[in-house]
Each structure stands twice: as C-alpha cells, then as structure tokens.
C-alpha cells in the first residue's frame, strides 16, 4: 500500500510538472491579419472629360498600408501602371481621359507590408469622338531670329479638351513626310528652331494625356518672317512741372508671349543699367529718372520670348539728348 501512494504521488508531481511547462510556454503566430481587397466604390466623369475614381479600404487595415497603385486597361486588353506612388490615406485620383470611344477599366491595388492585393476590376464606356473634332486650335508665326528662322506655334484648347493637360506633344511634317515629334512643352505655345529656309512644314499638337490633336497647319519660311525684335522703336521727351521723363514707344509681333527689359547708359561708350530688372509685359515705359541738361541718354531694348527655350533679341540702341 505505501508503494502505490508513493507512485501515485510521483505521478500526480509529473503529472503537475507538464501542467506547469505547458501554460508558460509561449506560442508564437503571425501576427499580419488577412488583408481585404480595397474596394473601387465609383467611377464619375466629371466636366471636361476628367474622370474620378475612388476607392474604400478597411481603417483597421491602414496602419499596414504604404500605398496604392492604380492601373487601367482599354477594350479589355493589358493593364498599364497610371500611378504606383498613391499615399496610404488617398482614397480617389482625377485623370483625364481619352476621348477615344470604347471600353476603360481601371485595377487597384494595395501595397502592404505583407504582399499586394488587387481589388475587383471596375469598367466604364468612353463615348466616341467624331474624327472631326480638335482637341486644340494652332497657329503659327515664321519669325526671323537673330541668326536662323525660327516658327512660333501657339494654341488653345477647345471646349471638348480635358481641363488638365500635363504636357503637349509638338510634332512637325517637312515636305508632307510623316510627321516626328519634335518637342514636349507644358506651355500653350512652343518655338521651332530648328526650321529652315524655302522649307514647307506642317505642325500638330497632341495632348500627352488622350489622343486628341489639333489642327494641322501648314507654313512655309522664307527671308521674309516677322522679327523677334521690337520695330519701330521710338523716344519722346515728356515735360512735366520740375523734371522731363523719355518715353520709350515699341511695336512687337509677339508682345503677348514676350518680357522687354529696358537699358540705358549716359555715355556712348557707358555701361548700360538695367530700368527693368525683373522685365515688363507693355510696349511703352517712361524713364521717369530726373534727366541731367545737355546729356545724351541711350537706350536699347532686349526681348525674351516665352519659348522652349528661350529666344532673346535686342533692338538697336536709340540716343536722345536733353538739351
């Protein structure tokens, strides 16, 4: 009998002893929940052919979230990357979208700390646009530069075109080949200078975002193109009650796409002073500085056209003598 309650205490203590090790063991799990698909909520074509997507995701989830991306495919076909660097807390993006007709799905996908998640693919129908419409209306200047010919095209766009534009694609024709893309500009207007002379062009502009273009306009350069410089610059004395002040006068082609920055000096062989610093968008400015008797002033204008890149001209310099 003392056998048996000595084994059966050593039983119970081992018995006891795994009771003890088990509940102090710690169990180790994955502590990543299951991450939902985050759900396309709407599609709404907004004015101007923009479209806003938007999407839900669930709030208990967006701590594990570092991002979104957001793909579209036409007609079906494979799906292309539209933006991969959404912020966590974004929940919608407006684009502007093609005015081909048609079908558009869009595709989001969550990017997590433990794998990526595509949500249910959300469609929607493009109406189509009739082959007759322009997406922007072009014109074009031949221009005369300093040493070559230049082509100023400027456009706008119209009532159809979308509301945001990135960029535009400048594409140009010689002699009625095909055309070639020979620059992107996030301006309504854009600088060829690259152009020759006795050549034949033909220009369209695109717009980056759909595949709308505009009108195709023909020019041809030849010697005898407007000047980037100022024409028919003049100076006129003003008299007032205790000082005169120059009134410099000046027609421009481009006065709307240019800045002029007015220089004078005191002498012929002076250094010109700046009047104009940060430049002026008019083609008049009156020298109101107090002007010394029997002094001879001299004064230039340079002209910066608002081009890809930059295009400047200076005028010839024009004396005028206080006597």
Known sequence: MPTIKHNFIKISLFLWLILVLACGRTIIVDPTP????????????????????????DAYQEPLVTGFRLE?????????????????????????????????????????????VASTVV?????????????????????????KPNVYLSWQLEANSANYVE???????????????????????????TATISTDYSYLVRLATNNCASNEIPI?????????????????????????????????????????????????????????????????FEDKTELKAKTSYFYKISTQIDSQPPTNCETSVLEIKNY
């Open 167 to 193: 960029n535009f694609i400048v594409q140009r024709s010689v002699s009625k080949a095909a055309y070639q893309t020979i620059g992107i500009t996030r301006n309504l207007f854009f600088l060829d200078t």
């Open 220 to 284: 041809t350069v030849n010697t005898q193109s407007v000047g980037l410089c100022p024409q028919n610059f003049k100076l006129t004395f003003l008299s007032g009650k205790d000082k005169k002040s120059v009134l410099l006068n000046w027609d421009a082609q481009l006065a709307h796409f240019a800045t002029f920055y007015v220089f004078r000096k005191t002498s012929e062989s002076g250094v010109f002073e700046k009047l104009t610093p940060t430049g002026i968008r008019k083609t008049m």
């Open 34 to 57: 299951s991450f939902t698909l985050p759900a396309l909520t709407s599609i709404d074509v907004l004015p101007n052919n923009r479209v806003k997507v938007s999407w839900y995701f």
């Open 123 to 147: 469609s929607y129908f493009a109406p189509a646009v009739p082959t007759n419409v322009f997406c922007s209306t072009v014109s074009a200047t031949s221009l005369q530069g300093i040493d």
């Open 72 to 116: 579209r495919s036409e007609n079906n076909g494979i799906f292309q990357v539209l933006s991969d660097d959404i912020t966590p807390n974004q929940r919608s993006i407006e684009l502007a979208e093609p005015f081909r007709g048609g079908k558009v799905s869009f595709r989001l996908l969550s990017k997590t700390i433990k794998d990526t």
